[in-house]
């Protein structure tokens, strides 16, 4: 259970992220690193937590993307700060993803919202960036054993390249899981091309990214 | 009702009247390319002026769209104002965002007044502009079109830190956005002077996909309006593009009042197109809003023919519809399938 000075530091958190107050966050991490409390704790609970707030703020159009780029400012400001003290293994509690925009592409604003809301809810994230080659998607799901590959696409030009790519990477791996994304995607795509799933903003593709973890592990399991 | 000629068609719709036909734009622009037969990246460096006539030229003989719409690629204004911009050849044209423009607060400043006239790719877009005006100017609907403010503005500074800006530090953004708007008034001056009959200004982040109603209207509200009504006082028509979603359709019409919106998605205050045309279909046209990706690009015949149809039976009545793709016709998809939307309209769209 946490301690009085935790659940102080956690709401801090929490507010810090929904108000997007950059330097209080990045305060109060510093302050919680040196009262010891656990890491994995404030951040789980005080930056998730108040990310899952921001995604609800989006999800019904109280915050839109200037604000929550700048709540994931705040979150970033903090987890800079935590990330050392956390003593989780990388994948541990939730998945590990591989996120990128598809080559010729540059439009990473939608891939970096869902960094941002992937990292706060404990997901180990290996982006690739902007404009990446179709192979480096496939060495870095290899190399990483990453449960999900996320592909961003803003222009139909780039989406094409998910219809090319996506066997390469059930090749290699027929059981990794395949979200795509972007203004030119949708149900009619994902079925064309092989993919798993799409979503259409970050916190939806969170929630299908659970959902396809959940398949993941229970084919582990069984 | 006689044959009308495709600006007939276009005015008599937009006036929310029943023409012969529904009118049908495609908005085959930057797919242009492959019909004037130039590399994407000649296109749109507005080398060749004559080839991008052409292509408009040759494309409205090959597909039989109603009306032209200059869009050569969003980078236009961005490049002149001073941003580096990459030309694929096989691709459209992008910011080259690792060298941004605007790469401090400071840099802001930089950004001057331009005359269009005397830039080097919105004189190109002036200078197509005339050259189809010349050729089709009395037949076909000529749309202009100017990529807004904030748009441009985004491209110059990478969109992340500009969205930031405009709550971090609105006092830098707000003279910059000032001395381009100014820019951006005489551009789409000169498009009507070089014979556009409209004017399509494309406010994308006036809907629920970016922007809340009160920022958007704070940093474009006021010069939208400036910009709409020089339009409509030199006698041409306005429009706006937007492919966003949950387009604000009050803000629009607040600020802007405009003839038309091209758009991809519906309004954010109704549920589905057939509240979208008993809400806003008498108010504003709707241009639009064939999905370029599923529909238009990867579509086969019978699917497209099924989307024309199913739009033109929930929008024509009344007038105040122009069949068309809800974003740019994707450049690289077949343009047989171009053809097959103005076909559809010739074929679910007559009015009787």
Not at chain 2, 73 to 84: I, K, N, T
Not at chain 2, 116 to 143: N, Q, Y
Not at chain 2, 148 to 163: A, Q, T
Not at chain 2, 297 to 319: H, Q, V
């Amino acid at each position: 259970m946490a301690t009085a000075k935790e659940m102080e530091l956690i709401k801090r958190l929490q507010d810090a992220v929904i108000n997007y107050k950059v330097a209080d966050a990045k305060k109060t991490a510093e302050e919680a690193v040196a009262a010891g409390v656990d890491a994995y704790t404030v951040t789980m609970e005080g930056l998730a937590g108040g990310m899952e707030v921001v995604s609800q703020k989006f999800d019904t159009h109280e915050y839109f993307v200037p604000e929550t780029l700048l709540c994931a400012k705040a979150l970033y400001a903090a987890l800079d700060v935590l990330k050392p003290h956390i003593k989780v293994q990388a994948g541990g509690a939730r998945g590990q993803v591989v996120l990128g925009v598809m080559q010729g592409d540059v439009h990473d604003l939608g891939k970096n919202l869902i960094k941002a809301i992937f990292e706060a809810s404990g997901w180990t994230v290996h982006d690739l960036g902007r404009d990446v080659p179709l192979q480096k998607f496939v060495e870095e799901q290899l190399k990483t054993d990453s449960d999900i590959v996320m592909l961003s696409a803003m222009m139909t030009t780039s989406m094409v390249g998910i219809k090319k790519l996506i066997p390469m990477i059930k090749e290699k791996n027929p059981k990794v899981k395949i979200m795509i994304g972007g203004a030119p995607i949708t149900e009619k795509t994902v079925e064309e091309y092989g993919a798993d799933t799409t979503a259409d903003n970050a916190p939806n593709a969170l929630r299908e990214a659970m959902k396809m973890l959940e398949t993941l592990r229970k084919g582990k399991a069984a | 009702m006689s044959e009308m000629t495709s600006l007939e068609r276009v005015a008599t719709t937009l006036q929310f009247k029943e023409p012969d036909r529904v009118p049908a734009a495609p908005l085959v622009c930057g797919a242009s390319h492959r019909i004037a037969g130039v590399s994407y990246g000649e296109w749109s460096s507005g080398d060749d002026v004559d080839a991008m006539v052409r292509g408009h030229l040759d494309g409205l003989k090959l597909l039989g769209h109603d009306g032209v719409v200059a869009l050569v690629d969003l980078s236009v204004e961005a490049h002149d104002f001073g941003q580096e911009v990459i030309f694929p050849e096989m691709n459209t044209a992008y910011p080259n965002y690792d060298n941004p423009f605007i790469k401090t607060l400071d840099d802001y400043k930089k950004i001057e007044r331009l005359n269009p006239k005397k830039t080097k790719r919105m004189k190109s877009v002036l200078d197509m502009i005339a050259g189809i005006a010349k050729e089709v100017g009395k037949t076909h609907a000529i749309v202009g079109f100017v990529y807004g403010s904030l748009g441009v503005m985004s491209m110059m500074r990478g969109p992340e830190k500009f969205f930031m800006d405009l709550i971090e530090a609105p006092e830098a953004v707000l003279p910059a956005l000032q001395a381009m708007d100014e820019t951006l008034l005489e551009y789409a001056k000169a498009q009507v002077e070089a014979g556009a009959h409209s004017v399509c200004y494309d406010h994308l982040y006036c809907s629920q996909s970016i922007l809340s109603k009160e920022l958007w209207e704070k940093f474009e509200g006021p010069s939208i309006k400036r910009l709409c009504d020089t339009i409509r006082g030199m006698g041409a028509l306005v429009s706006l593009h937007n492919c966003g979603n949950g387009i604000y359709f009050d803000m629009s019409l607040k600020w802007a009042n405009p003839h038309a919106i091209s758009h991809a998605y519906v309004a954010d205050d109704v549920d589905g197109w057939e509240e979208h045309k008993a809400k806003w279909g008498g108010k504003i046209a709707t241009i639009g809003w064939i999905p370029p990706g599923p529909v238009a690009m990867l579509g086969t015949p019978d699917e497209i023919e099924e989307e024309c149809k199913a739009e033109i039976e929930i929008f024509s009545k009344g007038g105040g519809f122009i069949l068309a793709t809800g974003c740019e016709y994707p450049p690289n998809a077949p343009l047989l399938n171009a053809r097959r939307i103005v076909e559809a309209a010739k074929k679910y769209g007559v009015y009787r």
